[in-house]
């Protein structure tokens, strides 16, 4: 079992830059693929960005590509959302994700998911 506790969210404007963490408990964290996803009030959950356990292979979805940088601290258990140049459309409720298999991390099908911590962008 992999308990996961995503924090940093918050209300920032527009062009600011914020960082989530995802605190990973249980299981051994750096033997599982991790990945972000967010959803926006009326939409489906969607892909953000995912790591493999060595923290290679970083695949993002199109529209936080240049943006947005996932990272993991094998560690410290702990992974990493580095968000700048924020948008009014990054707001969601962001969810970390992990998986054994990085594909299914990405095909958004991971065995655990973490609560959600929200993000507001402002304009």
């Known amino acids: 079992q992999v308990q996961l506790v995503e924090s940093g969210g918050g209300l920032v404007q527009a062009g600011d830059s914020l960082r989530l963490s995802c605190a990973a408990s249980?299981?051994?964290?750096?033997?599982?693929?991790m990945g972000w996803f967010r959803q926006a009030p009326g939409k489906e959950r969607e892909f953000v960005a995912a790591?493999?356990?060595?923290?290679?292979?970083?695949p993002y979805a199109d529209s936080v590509k240049g943006r947005f940088t996932v990272s993991r601290d094998n560690a410290k258990n702990t992974l990493y959302l580095q968000m700048s140049s924020l948008k009014p459309e990054d707001t969601a409720v962001y969810y970390c994700?992990?998986?054994?298999?990085?594909?299914?991390?990405?095909?958004?099908?991971?065995?655990?998911w973490g609560q959600g911590t929200q993000v507001t962008v402002s304009s």
């Open positions: 249980g299981r051994t964290f750096s033997s599982y693929a």
């Open positions: 994700a992990a998986d054994p298999r990085l594909d299914m991390v990405v095909a958004g099908t991971p065995h655990y």
């Open positions: 790591i493999r356990w060595s923290g290679g292979s970083t």
